[in-house]
């Protein structure tokens, strides 16, 4: 009896651990988890399994007179599976899923940096208990047309200087975001000009078949200025995003 209530408070409870079977992947893509349940000291009732994708994201909150900015884990997707099943005390059961990112979801790596928090958060549905849960970070690369696009503003005369995601949603002629946050690549001007651009956010909004770029332009003098297009997936060079681009940066 001790046990069972113990348990039920999270005491030697049934365990889970997520092992992602794809190393590396785009937003977008299909990648495979492997969920290995332990069961605890007493048999548990296993409801089903709760799988999230996760990021940490910038956000912004009014506190008295101040705005604060601070980091918030945002739900991303979610799936349920469901196992009604009871794991014994020391059972091991292993389930496998293939899951889809969604072709927004943030970008972590870029040339080889992290650059970004995101996540799988796996839990378990326990009966009368509390969640055990389990947290395995994602290693996720930009499309090969964000790559391009990314390049040929550095070839304009910018250098990267930051990347955020950001709590919210954006949009732009024909598109807009589904999630509820966004990466921006902040890129400052290589040399200096009176009426230039002092800085540059780019951010991209990805449908599946076409890739919708908001470029933020912050010029002296002249305050930001908003400017998008949308880029078929197909295009995947600098010279192929040349034409959507170049005159966003004019």
């Given at each position: 009896m001790l046990k069972k209530l113990l348990a039920s408070v999270g005491i030697g409870k049934a365990k889970v651990d997520a092992i992602l079977l794809s190393d590396t992947m785009r937003a977008g893509d299909d990648f495979d988890v492997e969920v290995v349940i332990t069961g605890g000291e007493v048999a548990q009732e296993l409801n089903g399994l709760e799988l999230a994708v996760m990021a940490q994201a910038k956000a912004e909150a009014d506190v008295g007179d101040e705005e604060v900015t601070y980091n918030k884990s945002i739900v991303l997707q979610h799936w349920h599976q469901e196992l009604n099943i009871t794991v014994a005390p020391g059972e091991v059961i292993t389930r496998q899923f293939t899951l889809t990112l969604h072709p927004e979801t943030p970008a972590t790596e870029l040339f080889g940096q992290h650059v970004s928090k995101v996540w799988l958060q796996t839990g378990l549905d326990i009966k009368n208990g509390l969640d055990g849960s389990d947290k395995d970070s994602?290693?996720?690369?930009?499309?090969?047309?964000?790559?391009?696009?990314?390049?040929?503003?550095?070839?304009?005369?910018?250098?990267?200087?930051?990347?955020?995601?950001?709590?919210?949603?954006?949009?732009?002629h024909g598109f807009a975001s589904h999630l509820p946050c966004y990466q921006e690549y902040e890129f400052k001007p290589q040399s200096c000009s009176l009426f230039g651009?002092?800085?540059?956010?780019?951010?991209?909004?990805?449908?599946?078949?076409?890739?919708?770029?908001?470029?933020?332009?912050?010029?002296?003098?002249?305050?930001?200025?908003?400017?998008?297009?949308?880029?078929?997936?197909?295009?995947?060079?600098?010279?192929?995003?040349?034409?959507?681009?170049?005159r966003l940066l004019a």
């Open positions: 994602l290693f996720i690369h930009p499309s090969a047309t964000q790559l391009a696009v990314l390049e040929l503003v550095e070839q304009s005369g910018y250098s990267l200087f930051k990347i955020d995601i950001e709590a919210g949603q954006v949009r732009g651009a002092r800085e540059l956010e780019v951010t991209f909004v990805d449908n599946g078949s076409e890739t919708g770029v908001l470029i933020e332009i912050d010029r002296a003098f002249l305050g930001d200025g908003y400017r998008s297009v949308s880029i078929p997936n197909h295009c995947t060079t600098v010279s192929a995003v040349r034409p959507y681009v170049e």
